[in-house]
Nanobody, 130 residues
Framework: QVQLVESGGGLVQAGGSLRLSCAAS????????MGWFRQAPGKEREFVAA????????YYADSTKGRFVISRDNAKNTVYLQMNSLKPEDTAVYYC???????????????????????WGQGTQVTVSS
């Protein structure tokens, strides 16, 4: 049974940093896309960042580019999201996601589509105070 478990969320002041982790179990995702999404109260779940595979291409939402960094450790089957210069508008539940299909070419927009991903974590709350 595949599981994605997020950790590292919490309360931080604006301008601060947090590092989220997502540990996968049940299968490896070293050759798959893994990403992060977030959902604020009353809003749709939105794309944050994605990594094609360890050491491969990375993709970011315009709102997180330059502040967030996605990285992976295949040995630990874990993906990370380093969040810097946090803003109150970054407050949301953050979800880890992974796709599980045979290697294929994706367009840049595919990484931001929820339907690209097959597995989701339960989410971790990030709250940024002003």
């Amino acid at each position: 049974q595949v599981q994605l478990v997020e950790s590292g969320g919490g309360l931080v002041q604006a301008g601060g940093s947090l590092r989220l982790s997502c540990a996968a179990s049940g299968r490896t995702f070293s050759n798959n896309v893994m990403g992060w999404f977030r959902q604020a109260p009353g809003k749709e779940r939105e794309f944050v960042a994605a990594s094609r595979w360890s050491g491969g291409s990375t993709y970011y939402a315009d709102s997180t580019k330059g502040r967030f960094v996605i990285s992976r450790d295949n040995a630990k089957n874990t993906v990370y999201l380093q969040m810097n210069s946090l803003k109150p508008e970054d407050t949301a539940v953050y979800y880890c996601a992974a796709e599980a299909r045979p290697p294929r070419q994706y367009s840049a927009s595919d990484y931001a589509r929820r339907l690209t991903y097959d597995f989701w974590g339960q989410g971790t709350q990030v709250t940024v105070s002003s």
